[in-house]
């Protein structure tokens, strides 16, 4: 079954706490990517990887990072989490070869920082 | 800047009734427009997508849009609502910048009363 799967589904840490939020793929997708959704502002844009190597960032970066050493994973990295990090987190996929926009999206990662 | 506009946070429509949710955007030029549907729990499914051609386009659920480029719009219809529907709606707006980036709306919340 074609699917993003993130890990954990629901968080609770405490400010200052690092800590990764898993993402893998197996659709063989180039491009991934992390949303934070919060009320009222929709989903806005983390970072972003074209492929390999290849990361960018998004609308809103400021206290992540992002790798992507493997095609099929992109973890999201809190180095210093704060209490505005508090947020439900997507990762999603796309394929760039037939690239018709569409988003495969995870089930999302439930974060509260304390 | 691009942005893409959903006046209504929550709508409430009785089972059987029809809907429609309504998206604005901002852009320049002919964007690629998306509709995905997030049920609680879960991530976001697309519904449906537009990039050229006829602009009434059919999605799954039963879900249609229809586009009007005089109105900057690409609102979501449905003839019959279930309780299924019950879920929060996603206008997106697509565009390449030197790489394809989608915009997301903030969201409606649709309630469905038996």
């Known amino acids: 079954e074609a699917q993003v799967t993130q890990n954990p589904r629901y968080l609770i840490t405490v400010t200052g706490k690092k800590l990764t939020v898993t993402c893998s793929q197996n659709?063989?997708?180039?491009?991934m990517s992390w949303y934070r959704q919060d009320p009222g502002l929709g989903l806005r844009q983390i970072y972003y990887s074209m492929n390999v190597e290849v990361t960018d960032k998004g609308d809103v970066p400021e206290g992540y990072k992002v790798s992507r050493k493997e095609k099929r994973n992109f973890p999201l990295i809190l180095e210093s989490p704060s209490p505005n990090q508090t947020s439900l987190y997507f990762c999603?996929?796309?394929?760039?070869?037939?690239?018709?926009?569409?988003?495969?999206f995870g089930e999302g990662s439930r974060l509260t920082v304390l | 800047a691009q942005s893409v506009t959903q006046p209504d946070i929550h709508i409430t429509v009785s089972e059987g009734a029809s809907l429609e949710l309504r998206c604005n955007y901002s852009?320049?030029?002919?964007?690629?427009l998306f509709w995905y549907v997030q049920s609680p729990g879960q991530g976001l499914q697309l519904l449906l997508k537009y990039f050229s051609g006829d602009t009434l386009v059919q999605g799954i659920k039963g879900f249609e849009a229809e586009f009007k480029r005089s109105q900057s719009s690409f609102n979501l219809r449905k003839p019959s609502v279930h309780w299924s529907d019950a879920a929060e709606y996603f206008c997106a707006v697509g565009r390449y910048t030197g790489g394809f980036k989608t915009i997301f709306g903030a969201g409606t919340r649709l309630f469905v009363k038996a």
């Open positions: 659709m063989n997708h180039e491009y």
């Open positions: 999603a996929s796309r394929a760039l070869a037939v690239d018709t926009g569409e988003l495969f």
């Open positions: 852009y320049g030029a002919t964007p690629y």
